[in-house]
């Protein structure tokens, strides 16, 4: 009997040394894309959140042979090719004559720092800016914006009355507005259904709504959001994923290699807002 328990015993000790290991390292917000990789048995499957200073780090330690990150990492043995892309894609009401906005405006609007038309040489009026909710937030209320006492906010295009009664009253302070009247939305969809009915307003959408022709795209620093130049990396609020993996991925990293470039995880890439690009791995 005890002779019988060492054996397996031994067994059990072969068994652990002859798993498989695999680690995905990522940065970002990406973690949870990964986590649903069906694990070939015998395998031991770990996806680690980092920041880019320990990843670089881990990479001199030669630890890292799979990665998911926004800058792309270099060392001998590994290959690294453009994943995917993120980026705002920033859009206005087909009757507004905006075109262009620079890197700076269009961070002030996203971050809340910045919310008057008269930024853009517009009215004293407060911009509109729709986006699309983070699933972890509830909808907020909507609520009106209302512009100092008027009954209907003019819209851009619509200059200050020049004569008649409204020439005679006092004339309406300019309001810098610190914050734009956000409106968060369930998805892109509504958010453009929103902009459409509103001259006030700017959306917000992901990076896979770039050939919509229905609104007017706004160009960034006078670059437009389409796909070569989110390649080239020259729309300039364009983030880059990359994906490091080694020359010669063992079985199970071939396993997960070929699940990253399924058109499943494609997909679900593309639906959480995401640009996929076809990684070149080994086959």
Same mark, same amino acid.
């Given at each position: 009997?005890?002779?019988?328990?060492?054996?397996?015993?031994?067994?059990?000790?072969?068994?652990?040394?002859?798993?498989?290991?695999? %680690?995905?390292?990522?940065?970002?917000?990406?973690?949870?894309?990964?986590?649903?990789?069906?694990?070939?048995?015998? %395998?031991?499957?770990?996806?680690?959140?980092?920041?880019?200073?320990?990843?670089?780090?881990?990479?001199?330690?030669?630890?890292?042979?799979?990665?998911?990150?926004?800058?792309?990492?270099?060392?001998?043995?590994?290959?690294?090719?453009?994943?995917?892309?993120?980026?705002?894609?920033?859009?206005?009401?087909?009757?507004?004559?905006?075109?262009?906005?620079?890197?700076?405006?269009?961070?002030?609007?996203?971050?809340?720092?910045?919310?008057?038309?008269?930024? $853009?040489?517009?009215?004293?009026?407060?911009?509109?800016?729709?986006?699309?909710?983070?699933?972890?937030?509830?909808?907020?209320?909507?609520?009106?914006?209302?512009?100092?006492?008027?009954?209907?906010?003019?819209?851009?295009?619509?200059?200050?009355?020049?004569?008649?009664?409204?020439?005679?009253?006092e004339p309406i302070p300019t309001i810098e507005y610190s914050r734009p009247l956000k409106i968060?939305?369930?998805?892109?969809?509504?958010?453009?259904?929103?902009?459409? %009915?509103?001259? $006030?307003?700017?959306?917000?959408?992901?990076?896979?709504?770039?050939?919509?022709?229905?609104?007017?795209?706004?160009?960034?620093?006078?670059?437009?959001?389409?796909?070569?130049?989110?390649?080239?990396?020259?729309?300039?609020?364009?983030?880059?994923?990359?994906?490091?993996?080694?020359?010669?991925? %063992?079985?199970?990293?071939?396993?997960?290699?070929?699940?990253?470039?399924?058109?499943? $995880?494609?997909?679900?890439?593309?639906?959480?807002?995401?640009?996929?690009?076809?990684?070149?791995t080994e086959k």
């Amino acid at each position: 009997m005890k002779l019988l328990w060492m054996l397996l015993t031994a067994g059990v000790i072969c068994g652990a040394q002859e798993m498989e290991s695999v %680690t995905l390292y990522y940065t970002g917000k990406m973690g949870s894309f990964f986590r649903n990789w069906p694990i070939p048995p015998a %395998t031991r499957y770990r996806v680690l959140k980092t920041d880019p200073d320990k990843l670089h780090k881990l990479l001199s330690e030669n630890k890292i042979r799979l990665a998911v990150t926004t800058v792309p990492l270099q060392k001998n043995g590994l290959k690294t090719v453009k994943f995917a892309y993120q980026a705002p894609i920033l859009a206005v009401h087909p009757s507004n004559p905006l075109r262009n906005m620079s890197t700076k405006q269009a961070r002030a609007l996203l971050e809340n720092q910045r919310g008057s038309w008269r930024t $853009f040489n517009g009215p004293s009026a407060r911009i509109h800016l729709y986006v699309k909710a983070r699933p972890e937030l509830p909808l907020p209320v909507m609520r009106n914006d209302h512009a100092h006492g008027r009954a209907r906010p003019r819209t851009i295009l619509e200059p200050e009355p020049l004569g008649g009664k409204q020439a005679d009253e006092e004339p309406i302070p300019t309001i810098e507005y610190s914050r734009p009247l956000k409106i968060q939305t369930e998805s892109d969809a509504k958010s453009f259904s929103l902009l459409f %009915t509103d001259p $006030f307003g700017i959306a917000c959408f992901d990076i896979t709504r770039f050939n919509e022709t229905r609104v007017q795209l706004l160009k960034i620093d006078n670059i437009p959001p389409t796909l070569q130049n989110f390649r080239a990396g020259s729309y300039p609020l364009t983030t880059i994923l990359y994906l490091t993996y080694p020359d010669s991925p %063992t079985p199970a990293e071939r396993e997960l290699l070929r699940y990253i470039r399924s058109i499943k $995880f494609s997909r679900s890439l593309y639906l959480a807002g995401f640009l996929p690009e076809k990684p070149v791995t080994e086959k």
